[in-house]
């Protein structure tokens, strides 16, 4: 089966047109391309879940806040569209610059609160650039479930608040994050690392889920946390961007876990950005 690419706005509407008269259920999978595991567990968990499902590719510059990011970004629609194709997913958005930000465009979602701190903190305007896009493909869309990943649980919490604020009917769904076998956390940028470089990653994650445990054995926050982000330099990884302890209904910043939290970790390794989070107890 080969995969049907909608790249215009009209295309899509007339596709999810013809799936709403039919009664299915539509679920959106948002992406940015380069597709990996993480990402098709997605799929699946939609395919799962709604009886169509409409994955999109599109490499949101609004969202880097980084020139050079954005160039270096991946993109390999041919092998995802091969990807899905194996999946039995047959369709894909891919709208171009012009479909999604034509001239004269001039409006941005922000989302207070939960975009604050963490990602960004470090990422000036990328939850912006992430809740203008959802919700443009959310409206596009007209899906009723759209799925995301929770190893960018900061995101999902944007996502969900601007939702609920926005009156949108629409259910956002997390998903389990997908590592290696060595713990590392699947990501699109995974593939820039070198080889030496991946050897060093999965230390974030296990220096994480060793944090994670000793906090919920009562040790002191500061002094795990201050311990694993010496743990993770002296493996290789130039900086700790942030390492925090916070809940995981509304990511206030704690002290101890009084209540179910979450550790979440940006790190750089060799030019690289990676995030990972994990469940503390
Ligand atoms: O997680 C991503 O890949 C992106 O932030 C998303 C949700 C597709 C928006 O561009």
């Known amino acids: 089966m080969s995969v049907r690419i909608l790249r215009t706005r009209g295309e899509l509407r007339e596709t999810t047109a013809r799936w709403r008269a039919e009664g299915a259920a539509v679920g959106v999978v948002p992406t940015m391309g380069a597709l990996h595991a993480g990402h098709l567990s997605l799929v699946e968990r939609a395919q799962a879940e709604c009886g169509r499902v409409i994955v999109t590719l599109f490499v949101n510059p609004k969202q880097f806040n980084n020139a050079a990011d954005l160039a270096a970004y991946p993109r390999t629609e041919d092998s995802d569209a091969e990807k899905l194709a194996a999946m039995?997913?047959?369709?894909?958005?891919?709208?171009?610059?012009?479909?999604?930000?034509?001239?004269?465009?001039?409006?941005?979602?922000?989302?207070?609160?939960?975009?604050?701190?963490?990602?960004?903190?470090?990422?000036?305007?990328?939850?912006?650039?992430?809740?203008?896009?959802?919700?443009?493909?959310?409206?596009?869309?007209?899906?009723?479930?759209?799925?995301?990943?929770?190893?960018?649980?900061?995101?999902?919490?944007?996502?969900?608040?601007?939702?609920?604020?926005?009156?949108?009917?629409?259910?956002?769904?997390?998903?389990?994050?997908?590592?290696?076998?060595?713990?590392?956390?699947?990501?699109?940028?995974?593939?820039?690392?070198?080889?030496?470089?991946?050897?060093?990653?999965?230390?974030?994650?296990?220096?994480?889920?060793?944090?994670?445990?000793?906090?919920?054995?009562?040790?002191?926050?500061?002094?795990?946390?201050?311990?694993?982000?010496?743990?993770?330099?002296?493996?290789?990884?130039?900086e700790v961007e942030y390492l925090e302890l916070r809940a995981e209904a509304d990511l206030a910043p704690l002290d101890k876990a009084d209540r179910p939290a979450r550790l979440l970790v940006a790190a750089w390794l060799g030019g690289v950005r990676l995030i990972d989070n994990v469940k503390v107890g």
């Open 88 to 238: 039995g997913e047959p369709v894909l958005y891919v709208p171009g610059g012009e479909e999604m930000y034509p001239a004269g465009f001039a409006t941005t979602v922000s989302v207070t609160g939960v975009s604050e701190g963490l990602c960004g903190a470090h990422r000036p305007g990328h939850f912006d650039g992430v809740a203008t896009v959802v919700a443009k493909l959310f409206q596009q869309t007209g899906a009723d479930r759209a799925y995301f990943g929770e190893k960018d649980f900061q995101q999902l919490h944007v996502v969900r608040r601007m939702a609920a604020d926005l009156d949108m009917t629409i259910e956002v769904i997390g998903c389990p994050t997908v590592r290696e076998a060595d713990g590392l956390a699947l990501s699109s940028r995974n593939v820039r690392l070198s080889s030496a470089d991946r050897a060093v990653a999965p230390v974030l994650y296990r220096t994480l889920a060793d944090a994670a445990d000793r906090i919920a054995r009562g040790e002191s926050t500061d002094l795990v946390l201050a311990e694993v982000r010496d743990r993770i330099v002296a493996a290789g990884y130039s």
